[in-house]
């Protein structure tokens, strides 16, 4: 059973528009949020976080949002550039930090056309 | 700034033999994590380390696979013997006094 789920396999956008990427999970327990970006032949790399005290971060053309009463996270990037083309992959965690058992999405393959 | 060299990048070997890969971190570090990434069932957590000492290890799938973590600068994933089903990508990771998990580049295993 996935406990972090990302439904959209893929996602195609035009530079300068709007990505947004979803990411859903069943675990109350959770109460830590990442987003990591991975390009082919790389490990992934950490991009935003979110503690569930908050339902906004806000990192440059990133922002992440939280509704913890749907259980459901996104990610925003605007504008979207072709550099951002990778797959994003949604994390949990339950203790508070990253510094402990993190249960990942299967990702989402995000390809921004010029 | 963290960082994580694995080696080999790419491992092909044929079925019962042993693989071992390799972790190490080059900056300091609290934790350490090994994750496999499959199609079928993406990223998975396999085993960390917190201080050299294996925490949780509910990940490994069977007793075929073991780790271990002789100092804070090395640690290995054995697989032995290797079956098809083990061919993935195997991702160490480390956590940095930021509190955030750096993932290495990753080895390939290919099992024939």
């Known amino acids: 059973d996935q406990q972090v789920k990302q439904n959209s396999p893929s996602l195609s956008v035009q530079e300068g528009r709007i990505s947004i990427l979803n990411c859903d999970y069943t675990n109350s327990m959770f109460d830590y949020f990442l987003w990591y970006k991975k390009y082919p032949a790389e490990g992934p790399t950490f991009l935003i976080s979110?503690?569930?005290?908050?339902d906004k971060n806000e990192d440059g053309r990133f922002t992440v949002f939280l509704n913890k009463s749907a259980k459901h996270l996104s990610l925003h990037i605007v504008p979207s550039q072709p550099g951002d083309s990778a797959v994003y992959f949604c994390a949990a965690s339950g203790s508070g930090g990253s510094n402990y058992k993190l249960t990942f999405g299967k990702g989402t393959l995000l390809t921004v056309n010029p | 700034d963290a960082g994580v060299i694995q080696s080999p990048r790419h491992e092909v070997t044929e079925m019962g033999q042993e693989v071992t890969l390799r972790c190490k971190p080059i900056?300091?570090?609290?934790?350490l994590f090994w994750y496999r990434q499959t199609m079928m069932r993406g990223l998975e957590l396999l085993i960390y380390?917190?201080?050299?000492?294996?925490?949780?290890d509910s990940g490994m799938p069977e007793d075929r696979f073991s780790a271990k973590m002789p100092n804070a600068s090395f640690s290995t994933l054995k697989i032995q013997p290797s079956e098809p089903r083990d061919s993935a990508v195997y991702f160490c990771a480390i956590t940095s006094a930021t509190d955030t998990q750096y993932f290495g580049p990753g080895t390939r295993l290919t099992v024939l």
């Open positions: 900056s300091g570090h609290n934790s």
């Open positions: 979110i503690s569930s005290i908050k």
């Open positions: 380390f917190n201080n050299n000492v294996p925490i949780d």
